[in-house]
C-alpha cells in the first residue's frame, strides 16, 4: 500500500461517515500510511463540516493531513486526476445513490468492472 | 513592497519591556485600568524599521520567516501597526498566535470569573476586522494561520469562515510552508487544514536557524520532550537537540541585532543534551557559558521540576549553572515550572514520568525540594497547576492545596490553570462549560495568597527594580493594591459565587 491515500467523502458529514473516516484512519495508520488527503466534496456553506470533523482530526496524532473542501460538481474531474496520477483512493458517503455512483465512477475510472 | 507578509496581534508582536512574564497580564481583561494603560504595561508597541519591519518577532514567526526566505521569497514580519500599507500589496498573509481566541489557560479562567474577554482575543479580533484587511481579503489576499494556537480555529470555524482565513497549519511548518505559500502564490487550491504528522516534522538539519531578532531574545535549544505526560502536546513530537553551532549562530543574529538579553527556551532546559530524564552536566555548562558569552543577562522558559532536583542533588548543576549566570549584570533568573497536582494519585494517571527518576510517588517531595533548591540559588520560578483534569476528585484538589501550604516559603508565583484538553486528552470537550468545584475555588484562593505575599518582593528586590523600571514598578504596584482592595472581603464574595452558581 502506498504510504498516501486519498480518502474522499461524498455528501454531508453524518455520525456514520464519521464512524467510517475513524475507522480509515486507524487501518490506514497501522498499514503504515503516514499522508492523508482528505477531500469533502459537498454543497453545504464552507467548512461547516468541520463541527463533525473536529473529533476525528484532533483524535489524529501520527498522520499528516491535507483537507481539502470541493464542490460536488467536481467530483469526477478531481476523481479522475487522482486516478491518472495513481493515487490510492478510498470513497465514504453516507447518502444513496451518491456513494454507488462515487464509487462506480472510481471503478470505471479505473478500468475495473462495475 | 513583500509578497509574504507575516504578522499577529499587539499582545504578541511586543517585548513586554524585556520582562516575558508581563505577557501573562495580556491574557487578562483590563482590571483596575483603562485597556490602553493595561496594554501599555504588557504589550508596548515593537520598535520597526521605516517600512514597518518589527525589531523583534515570536520566535516561530522568525523560524518560519528564515525557512520562506531561504526558499527565495520576498517575505517580511511586519508591525500590525503597519500592516495596512503592506497589505495592499501583499498576496499572502501568515498569522501566528499562542491563544488566537483565548481559549487556553490562564486567559480561558480570566473570562470566566471575570466574564470579561480577555485583551489578547480583543486585539487579534481587531486586527482581524480592521478594513484594509477586509479590503485585501476582497482583491484575492490568501491568509495562512498557524502557531501554538492553531487548533482553536477548528473551535471558532465562524470566525474562520468571516475572517475568511484559507488555511489552518496545526505543527511544526518547516517542511511545509514553502509548497503552501507557492500554491497560495500561484493561485493553486490550497487546503484548507493541514495536520504536520510525524512524517513531516522537520529533523535537526532541517530546521532553519532565524535571520533576525526574536522577542527577548529567546532561542531555541531543544524540541520535544521525553516525559510523555498525556495533557502535553509537546511530547508527541521527537526530540531534537539544537548543537552548539546552530545555537551560537542565532545568538549572534541576535546581538547583532541588538539584543543584550535572553531565554533559553526548551521544555526542560537542564536535559539539554541528554536522551533520557538524566542531566547531562558537560552539555548544560557549556550551553549556558555559550550563551553567557552572547548575553548579559540570561533566563530559562522551562524546567521540569524532577530535573532540578536532580541536577542540583547529584551533579550541583544549579549551583554551577547559577555560578556561570549570576554576575554584576544579573543576580537571579526565571523559569517557568509544572507542578500540575499535589496528588500522587493523579499524578500516576496523567504523569507517571513528570518525576523520573524519582519514583512518581515522591512527586510532592519533589516539587517540595525543587522549589527549596530554586529558592536558594535565585531562581524564581512562576508555576503552573491544572485543575479539573479528567478523573480528578475532590481529595486530588485537597492534596493540591496541601502542597500549596508547603511551597509558601518559597519565592514564586502559583498560577493555576483549568484543564484544556491537549496531548492525548485533546479529543476531550471542555466548552460545555469548566465546572469550578468548591475546592478549586480553595487552591485559588491559596494561590491568590501566595502570589500577594511574595509580588512586591518578587517586583522590588529582582523583577523591576532600578530606577528606569520605576513607572512600570509604580504602575504594578497600583496593580497589586487594586486587586488587595477587591479582594478583601474575599470570603464573603466567594459565598455569593457559590450561592450565585447553585442557584437553579
Known amino acids: 500500500m502506498s504510504d498516501h491515500v486519498e480518502l474522499i467523502i461524498v455528501g454531508e458529514v453524518t455520525d456514520n461517515v464519521k464512524k467510517a473516516l475513524f475507522e480509515n484512519f486507524n487501518a490506514l495508520r497501522s498499514k503504515g500510511v503516514k499522508k492523508v488527503n482528505l477531500r469533502i466534496f459537498t454543497q453545504s456553506a464552507p467548512l461547516k463540516y468541520i463541527e463533525e470533523l473536529r473529533e476525528v482530526l484532533l483524535a489524529n496524532m501520527i498522520t499528516s493531513v491535507r483537507l481539502y473542501e470541493h464542490d460536488l460538481s467536481e467530483v469526477s474531474g478531481v476523481l479522475e486526476q487522482m486516478v491518472r496520477g495513481g493515487k490510492e483512493v478510498v470513497v465514504i458517503s453516507d447518502e444513496e445513490p451518491l456513494r454507488s455512483q462515487v464509487q462506480s465512477m472510481l471503478n470505471s475510472l479505473k478500468g475495473e468492472k462495475p | ?504
Not at chain 2, 542533588?313 to 507542578?339: A, S
Not at chain 2, 496523567?350 to 527518576?357: D, F, L, Y
Not at chain 2, 540559588?377 to 508547603?406: C, F, Q, S, W, Y
Open chain 2, 1 to 504: 513592497m513583500f509578497d509574504v507578509v507575516l504578522t499577529t496581534d499587539r499582545t504578541m508582536m511586543t517585548n513586554h519591556h524585556g520582562k516575558e512574564f508581563l505577557g501573562f497580564m495580556a491574557t487578562g481583561p483590563a482590571l483596575g485600568l483603562p485597556e490602553p494603560i493595561w496594554l501599555w504595561v504588557c504589550a508596548p508597541k515593537m520598535k520597526t524599521d521605516d517600512v514597518g519591519r518589527v525589531w523583534q518577532a515570536p520566535y516561530g514567526m522568525r523560524k518560519v520567516e528564515a525557512v520562506l526566505m531561504d526558499a527565495g521569497f520576498k517575505v517580511a514580519t511586519i508591525d500590525p501597526d503597519h500592516l495596512d500599507r503592506h497589505v495592499k500589496h501583499a498576496k499572502v498573509l501568515l498569522l501566528s498566535h499562542h491563544d488566537y481566541f483565548a481559549l487556553c489557560p490562564p486567559s480561558s479562567e480570566w473570562w470566566s470569573i471575570t466574564r470579561k474577554e480577555p485583551v489578547n482575543a480583543k486585539s487579534f479580533r481587531r486586527l482581524m476586522e480592521r478594513p484594509s484587511l477586509r479590503e485585501a481579503k476582497r482583491r484575492g489576499l490568501k491568509i495562512i494561520a498557524g502557531g501554538p494556537a492553531a487548533w482553536q480555529w477548528l473551535w471558532k470555524v465562524d470566525k474562520w469562515v468571516e475572517w475568511g482565513v484559507d488555511t489552518v497549519v496545526d505543527g511544526e511548518a518547516e517542511k511545509v510552508v514553502v509548497d503552501l505559500v507557492s500554491k497560495a502564490l500561484n493561485d493553486e487550491p490550497l487546503p484548507r487544514y493541514v495536520y504536520v504528522g510525524v512524517d513531516e516534522v522537520p529533523k535537526l538539519e532541517e530546521i532553519p536557524t532565524i535571520k533576525h531578532a526574536s522577542i527577548n531574545g529567546l532561542i531555541e535549544v531543544t524540541r520535544g520532550c521525553p516525559r510523555n505526560c498525556r495533557f502535553c502536546s509537546v511530547t508527541l513530537r521527537p526530540l531534537r537537540h539544537y548543537t552548539f553551532d546552530m545555537i551560537e549562530q542565532e545568538l549572534k543574529v541576535n546581538v547583532s541585532e541588538g539584543i543584550t538579553e535572553g531565554i533559553i527556551h526548551s521544555e526542560d532546559v537542564l536535559l539539554y543534551g541528554s536522551r533520557s530524564v538524566e542531566p547531562e552536566p558537560d552539555a548544560v555548562i557549556k550551553l549556558h557559558k555559550l550563551v553567557k558569552s552572547y548575553y548579559k543577562k540570561i533566563s530559562w522558559s522551562h524546567a521540569s521540576l524532577s530535573a532540578i532536583k536532580r541536577a542540583e542533588e547529584k551533579y550541583k548543576l544549579v549551583t554551577k549553572v547559577g555560578e556561570i549566570i549570576c554576575d554584576d549584570n544579573q543576580d537571579y533568573w526565571g523559569v517557568e515550572v509544572g507542578i500540575e497536582t499535589g496528588s500522587v494519585k493523579l499524578a500516576k494517571k496523567i504523569m507517571p514520568a513528570k518525576s523520573a527518576p524519582y519514583p512518581v510517588e515522591m512527586w510532592p517531595q519533589v516539587v517540595e525540594d525543587s522549589f527549596a533548591i530554586m529558592h536558594e540559588n535565585h531562581i524564581i520560578p512562576a508555576a503552573t497547576l491544572i485543575l479539573g483534569l479528567p478523573e480528578e476528585t475532590e481529595d486530588d484538589v485537597m492534596k493540591t492545596a496541601e502542597l500549596l501550604d508547603r511551597l509558601r516559603p518559597y519565592r514564586s508565583l502559583i498560577v493555576p490553570m483549568f484543564f484544556v484538553p491537549m496531548g492525548y486528552f485533546k479529543t476531550h470537550d471542555w466548552f460545555t462549560r469548566v465546572k469550578i468545584r468548591d475546592e478549586h475555588v480553595e487552591v485559588m484562593k491559596r494561590c491568590l495568597d501566595h502570589a500577594l505575599y511574595w509580588a512586591n518582593d518578587i517586583m522590588s528586590k529582582f523583577y523591576l527594580k532600578g530606577p528606569s523600571r520605576a513607572p512600570l514598578r509604580w504602575m504594578l504596584r497600583l496593580f497589586l493594591a487594586y486587586v488587595k482592595w477587591r479582594t478583601r472581603n474575599i470570603d464573603k464574595k466567594i459565598e455569593e459565587w457559590k450561592a450565585r452558581r447553585d442557584s437553579p
